[in-house]
T-cell receptor
Framework: DQQVKQNSPSLSVQEGRISILNCDYTNSMFDYFLWYKKYPAEGPTFLISISSIKDKNEDGRFTVFLNKSAKHLSLHIVPSQPGDSAVYFCAASGGNEKLTFGTGTRLTIIP | DAGVIQSPRHEVTEMGQEVTLRCKPISGHDYLFWYRQTMMRGLELLIYFNNNVPIDDSGMPEDRFSAKMPNASFSTLKIQPSEPRDSAVYFC?????????????FGEGSRLTVL
């Protein structure tokens, strides 16, 4: 039972364009959402987060949008750079210590 | 700080053998987590500790898996006996506060292959 879903296993975007990564969740108890980035042979690193009391959080080139009614969040990267090529994991938690991750989306930025 | 340190980075073993993965969390962090990454299921939480005490092990697949944290600077994840379906990358992570509000710091992972 995958409570956090990333339905696109991969995404290719031209350098300089916007990258949009999507994530859906099923558990209405989730109230905090995070994105992690992972390079090959490294552990995931925290990128950006958003609380359910907000619908947008921005940090430089990265913006996360949350649509609670649709149980959907997205990560926007603009402009996309070659160094953004990585696997991106969406994660969610619901008032306890557990962090539930999605399966990841591999983003490739084309120079 | 050196970050979360995991060993071994790679382990190849035969079915039925015992496997022990090790983790040293970041000094001062009071939470430690063990995750497993597979293509089908992404990152799965296996177990986590708070101040060396196991809090939730509901993600541990079966009795073949066990984890310990004898002190604040060391944890092990043991699989005995190992099976081919245990092949995955196992990550250890630590944090200062509960993961739902605080950032998790991951190690580089231990890639396990069971033949």
């Amino acid at each position: 039972d995958q409570q956090v879903k990333q339905n696109s296993p991969s995404l290719s975007v031209q350098e300089g364009r916007i990258s949009i990564l999507n994530c859906d969740y099923t558990n209405s108890m989730f109230d905090y959402f995070l994105w992690y980035k992972k390079y090959p042979a490294e552990g995931p690193t925290f990128l950006i987060s958003i609380s359910s009391i907000k619908d947008k959080n921005e940090d430089g080139r990265f913006t996360v949008f949350l649509n609670k009614s649709a149980k959907h969040l997205s990560l926007h990267i603009v402009p996309s750079q070659p160094g953004d090529s990585a696997v991106y994991f969406c994660a969610a938690s619901g008032g306890n210590e557990k962090l539930t991750f999605g399966t990841g989306t591999r983003l490739t930025i084309i120079p | 700080d050196a970050g979360v340190i995991q060993s071994p980075r790679h382990e190849v073993t035969e079915m039925g053998q015992e496997v022990t993965l090790r983790c040293k969390p970041i000094s001062g962090h009071d939470y430690l987590f063990w995750y497993r990454q597979t293509m089908m299921r992404g990152l799965e939480l296996l177990i986590y500790f708070n101040n060396n005490v196991p809090i939730d092990d509901s993600g541990m697949p079966e009795d073949r898996f066990s984890a310990k944290m004898p002190n604040a600077s060391f944890s092990t994840l043991k699989i005995q006996p190992s099976e081919p379906r245990d092949s995955a990358v196992y990550f250890c992570a630590s944090s200062l506060v509960g993961q739902d509000t605080g950032e998790l710091f991951f190690g580089e992972g231990s890639r396990l292959t069971v033949l």
